[in-house]
T-cell receptor, first 112, second 116 residues
C-alpha cells in the first residue's frame, strides 16, 4: 500500500527536550512538507523540501529543524527553542510542488 | 499574501439536507484550489481540486465545488448529506512565496456535524 506514515501517533515530552517526529513516504514523491495544525487556525507550513538534500523554511520555522537525506524520509525536530510546541503535526508529500498533497495520519505532541 | 476565509466554523445539519460551505481567497490571478476533508480519526484527504477548465468541479462522495473567479470563491456543495459526512473540511489555495515556491494556504476549517 502506498502512503505516508508518521510515528509515533502520540508523543509526550518534558519542556527543554528536543524531539524528532518521523515521516516516511513510499509514493516516490519529490516534494515533502511539514505542517502544524492548531484548533481554529488551520494548517501552517513549517518546512518544505522540493528535492533530496534541499529544504526551505515555511511560515513558522522558528524552533524547528528538518533534514532530507533520503527521498522517502523527512524527519522534523522540535527543539527546545520552540515556545509553544504542543500541537498536531502533519507531514505531506506531492509529486512536485504544483500537484495535490497527500497527508500522513499526524503526530500529536504534548510538551509539559 | 494570499489568505483563505472559511466563514462557517461549525455547521450542523440533518441527514438529507443540502450543504454549502463557503470559501473565499484574497488574491486573483491564476489559482489552484482544493478542498480537503478530515474524517474523525483519519488522514486529511483530498476531496476535489480545480486547476483550470470547467469551473464546476466534481469530487469524491458526491461533493462538488464551483470556482467563481469574479467572487474569489470556491464553495463546496453536496445536495444531500449523510451522517458519514461528519468531518472537518478545509479549503486551500496556492500562494507564491518569495523563493518562487508555490505553497498551499489553508482556511481555518469548517466542522460539519450531520445528525441522523
Amino acid at each position: 500500500d502506498g502512503g505516508i506514515t508518521q510515528s509515533p501517533k502520540y508523543l509526550f515530552r518534558k519542556e527543554g527536550q528536543n524531539v524528532t517526529l518521523s515521516c516516511e513516504q513510499n509514493l516516490n514523491h519529490d516534494a515533502m512538507y511539514w505542517y502544524r495544525q492548531d484548533p481554529g487556525q488551520g494548517l501552517r507550513l513549517i518546512y518544505y523540501s522540493q528535492i533530496v538534500n534541499d529544504f526551505q523554511k515555511g511560515d513558522i520555522a522558528e524552533g524547528y529543524s528538518v533534514s532530507r537525506e533520503k527521498k522517502e524520509s523527512f524527519p522534523l525536530t522540535v527543539t527546545s527553542a520552540q515556545k509553544n510546541p504542543t500541537a498536531f503535526y502533519l507531514c505531506a508529500s506531492s509529486r512536485a510542488v504544483y500537484y495535490e498533497q497527500y497527508f500522513g495520519p499526524g503526530t500529536r505532541l504534548t510538551v509539559t | 499574501a494570499q489568505s483563505v476565509s472559511q466563514h462557517n466554523h461549525h455547521v450542523i445539519l440533518s441527514e438529507a439536507a443540502s450543504l454549502e460551505l463557503g470559501c473565499n481567497y484574497s488574491y486573483g490571478g491564476t489559482v489552484n484550489l482544493f478542498w480537503y476533508v478530515q474524517y474523525p480519526g483519519q488522514h486529511l484527504q483530498l476531496l476535489l481540486k480545480y486547476f483550470s477548465g470547467d469551473p464546476l468541479v466534481k469530487g469524491i462522495k458526491g461533493f462538488e465545488a464551483e470556482f467563481i473567479k469574479s467572487k474569489f470563491s470556491f464553495n463546496l456543495r453536496k445536495p444531500s448529506v449523510q451522517w458519514s459526512d461528519t468531518a472537518e473540511y478545509f479549503c486551500a489555495v496556492n500562494s507564491l512565496m518569495n523563493t518562487g515556491f508555490q505553497k498551499l494556504v489553508f482556511g481555518t476549517g469548517t466542522r460539519l456535524l450531520v445528525s441522523p
